[in-house]
Each structure stands twice: as structure tokens, then as C-alpha cells.
């Protein structure tokens, strides 16, 4: 069994994951990049450095690539390709309306023409290892002539997160068609959506015995031991996830302040989304100080109510 941390734009970028993996270096997690896009045909340069930061040094990151046909998926497979990058996730799932409105991300679950380019691309590039990244397209159905494309060519992996773009990230998992999908792939499969407990990990393994692996988002954000604690089987007291989050917290940032340039107020627009989905861990009172903070030293004060 794998474990994935899953890419989200805002929290999991080079020094989120960095200091994650060394923080609950135990778990061999793969992470990847949030997705990298074009714009008037370059890699965005913020992209560009986030995939090749010297920072991902020493734990697995996969970049992430979104496209809305053949032209984009080729041109960024090859501009990645030219930075050394050999293994590829595939973005089929994204449902932010202003990437699916220009036909990337969930957008190209029900196009045949991207389905065709997925195909080809990892037909004709073998030197490079390719996943695929998917919900089941705008309506449940969709995903079905997708995956007789892609189960005619051979994947590191297809991850599904079985909802809808309508559902966007809430609403009831639709786990019939994660069952069908499960059953009819010919590429392992990742589960991915809801994991918040090692409880949900133990009962999606139990469900899923052949199971390649489990990829969490919020889940681990709000409590980043929890891919650990899937891992190795063993949950932590509450105290020590505390205790091991304000450690990975302080050194992460720490690194933004030496990092940035733009002094406390860039700071503290990068570390707040920390504490995003850490109500449950840290308590309401923390977390909702920690949210409203405005300086540098309301942040302090509010980092202290955290009692572990
Ligand atoms: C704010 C936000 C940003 C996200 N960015 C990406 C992204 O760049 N690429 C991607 O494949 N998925 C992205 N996702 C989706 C997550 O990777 C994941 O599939 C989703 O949150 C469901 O998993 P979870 O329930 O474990 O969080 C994002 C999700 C959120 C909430």
C-alpha cells in the first residue's frame, strides 16, 4: 500500500512539503505539485519553481500538469521533460470553474480528444512514468469512456476521487461508481477523498484489499501525522500530534521569514493557511485567533493558546 499526499493550491507548496516529509520522514509519502498550467506557452515561471525547488530534494514529489487538449498536455510534457522531470501526474479532476470553463481539469474527463491525448502521450513517451489524477467528469457517468482509454495503456497509477465537478469537494461520496471503477481498471488504483481519521483509511483498506494506495488532502493538512499514523498503523495521542505539528509549523516558518522578502504581512499570508483545517485538532478558540491574526505578534499570542 502507497500514501499519497495529495496536491492543494495554497498549502502544499516546496516548504509545506519539504518540512512535512522531514517532520513525519517515516512514512515514505509521495507527494505532488499542485498543478502546473501554461500561459502563453511557458510553464508559469512560480510553477516552474516550485516542481524543480531544491527543496524536493530528498522525498518523492511528482510534479502535476493540467491541460485542455493535445497541444497543452504535449508542450508541458516536453518543457518538463527538458528540466529532467521523469515521472508526470495527469490533472483530470480539477473543478475550479476558471480552469474547467477553459476545458482543464474535470472539464476533460468526458472529451474524447483528451482521453486520446492522455493515451498518446503515454504511449509515445515510455521513457517517462505517468499518472492520472481524476473525479468522475460533470455528471457520474462520464468517466467511463475514459477509463477504457486509459485501461489500454500503463499507468504508475489512476487516483480517483469519486465526485462530481458539481459536487466540488463536499457532498456525498458517490462510491457505487468508485466500486465500478475499482473493479474495471486495468491501471492500480489510488483512492482519494474524505480521509480525516485512520479510521476512514482502515475501513477504505479493508473495503479495497487490492488497493494501490490512499491519497489524503484536508485530511492531512488539518492533522499531518495522519498519513503516518496510517502508515505505521499506530495512533498518536492527541498531545503528540500537537506537540509534532508546532514543530513542523515553527520550522516552516521560520523558513518563510528568512525566505521572504515582503516582511510579516507576506509571512503571515503564507503560514495562516496552515491552520486551515485544524479546528478539530487545535480547538476552536486557536484556530479562529490564528485565522483573524494581523500581525506578527497577534500570530504569536494565538500560536500560544495551542496547549498540548
Ligand atoms: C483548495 C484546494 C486546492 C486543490 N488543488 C489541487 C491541485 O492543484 N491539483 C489536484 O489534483 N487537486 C487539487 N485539489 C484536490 C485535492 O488534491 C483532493 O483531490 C481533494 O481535496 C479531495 O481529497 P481530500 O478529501 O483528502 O482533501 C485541491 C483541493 C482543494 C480543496
Known amino acids: 500500500m502507497k500514501f499519497f499526499f495529495a496536491p492543494v493550491q495554497g498549502h502544499t507548496d516546496a516548504a509545506y512539503r519539504h518540512f512535512h516529509a522531514k517532520e513525519y520522514a517515516s512514512t515514505g509519502v509521495v507527494y505532488t505539485t499542485p498543478f502546473i498550467r501554461l500561459e502563453k506557452g511557458e510553464i508559469r515561471k512560480k510553477d516552474?519553481?516550485?516542481?524543480?525547488s531544491p527543496l524536493n530534494v530528498g522525498h518523492d514529489v511528482v510534479p502535476q500538469v493540467i491541460f485542455r487538449n493535445a497541444e497543452e498536455l504535449d508542450a508541458l510534457v516536453e518543457l518538463l521533460y527538458a528540466e529532467g522531470v521523469r515521472r508526470i501526474d495527469i490533472n483530470m479532476g480539477c473543478p475550479f470553474p476558471l480552469q474547467t470553463a477553459r476545458g482543464r481539469g474535470a472539464a476533460t474527463v468526458g472529451n474524447p480528444a483528451c482521453a486520446s491525448a492522455v493515451r498518446d502521450i503515454v504511449e509515445s513517451r515510455q521513457d517517462i512514468t505517468f499518472s492520472v489524477k481524476m473525479r468522475l467528469g460533470f455528471r457520474e457517468e462520464e468517466w467511463e469512456p475514459l477509463l477504457s482509454v486509459l485501461?489500454?495503456?500503463?499507468?504508475d497509477h489512476l487516483c480517483?476521487?469519486?465526485?462530481?465537478?458539481s459536487d466540488q469537494y463536499s457532498g456525498q461520496l458517490h462510491m457505487q461508481a468508485f466500486d465500478a471503477i475499482y473493479a474495471r481498471s486495468e491501471n492500480?488504483?489510488?483512492y482519494n477523498g474524505d480521509i480525516l481519521l485512520p479510521s476512514d483509511a482502515l475501513a477504505i483498506m479493508t473495503r479495497y484489499p487490492d488497493l494501490h494506495g490512499i491519497m489524503v488532502g484536508?485530511?492531512?493538512l488539518g492533522r499531518p501525522s495522519l498519513l503516518e499514523e496510517i502508515a505505521t498503523g499506530k495512533e498518536l495521542e492527541a498531545s503528540e500530534r500537537k506537540r509534532r505539528m508546532l514543530d513542523f509549523h515553527r520550522e516552516l516558518l521560520e523558513y518563510y521569514r528568512s525566505s521572504l522578502i515582503g516582511g510579516d504581512h507576506q509571512v503571515l499570508s503564507k503560514i495562516s493557511p496552515?491552520?486551515?483545517y485544524a479546528e478539530p485538532e487545535i480547538g476552536r478558540k486557536a484556530w479562529k485567533e490564528l485565522k483573524k491574526a494581523s500581525t506578527m505578534a497577534k500570530y504569536q499570542t494565538a500560536?500560544?493558546?495551542i496547549t498540548t
Open 48 to 52: 516552474l519553481r516550485d516542481a524543480l
Open 151 to 155: 485501461n489500454t495503456v500503463r499507468l
Open 160 to 165: 480517483v476521487h469519486p465526485r462530481t465537478a
Open 188 to 190: 492500480p488504483v489510488v
Open 218 to 220: 484536508r485530511g492531512a
Open 274 to 276: 496552515f491552520w486551515e
Open 303 to 305: 500560536l500560544a493558546m
